[in-house]
């Protein structure tokens, strides 16, 4: 059975760290998912600001490599599903991960609407998108319900705040 880590970070180098080392642990090798505001991009989404800065992961700009096709990779090897959106009432986000599907189809619902597929209860949803307004990341991981623990507590570790499991 599987359960799901959620938790959200200040920092991308807190969740870049998190995710790598979820990773590289083997606990979520392929469903980890990164969710936050896209830093660099005008409200309209015309392009990027002149200062620039979208959001980094492994090293890299993960919002040139959504605007371009080009893969993830770095330590947070997010390799599938990253997509650039605009949620009403947020704006412009970044969705690295399988969840960004999830988050494209439910763009009407905003990021709780796309949570609730991997089972946070929309109440919590709405929390979790109103930290991403606020320019926090969020970071999801699917796991086997007994390593939904060891997750946690990396997430924690690295600087993880409103860590849950569902």
């Known amino acids: 059975m599987e359960g799901t880590v959620i938790g959200v970070f200040k ?3 807190q969740a870049e760290k998190a995710v790598g080392e979820v990773r590289q642990r083997g606990l979520a090798t392929e469903d980890v998912s990164i969710i936050a505001r896209e830093a660099g991009r005008e ?3 015309r ?3 002149e200062r620039g800065g979208g959001m980094r992961m492994g090293g890299q700009d993960v919002s040139e490599g959504v605007a371009t ?3 993830l990779g770095g330590a947070a090897g997010l390799l599938a599903g990253a997509g650039a959106m605009t949620i009403p009432g947020i704006g412009p986000i970044l ?3 399988p969840i960004a599907a999830a988050l494209s189809g439910a763009v009407t619902g905003g990021i709780a609407g796309g949570l609730v597929d991997y089972g946070i209860p929309a109440e919590r949803g709405r929390h ?3 930290q991403v307004k606020q320019g926090n990341i969020v970071a999801v991981a699917r796991t086997r ?3 939904t623990d060891e997750v946690a ?3 924690r570790r690295n600087g993880a705040v409103d860590v849950e499991t569902h």
Do not use: L
Request: charged fraction near 35%; charge should be negative.
């Open 69 to 71: 096709g080009g893969v």
């Open 128 to 130: 979790y998108e109103e």
């Open 11 to 13: 920092s991308e180098s």
């Open 43 to 45: 409200r309209g989404g």
């Open 95 to 97: 969705a690295a991960g």
């Open 47 to 49: 392009g990027r600001e």
């Open 153 to 155: 507590q990396i997430f």
């Open 145 to 147: 319900q007994d390593r």
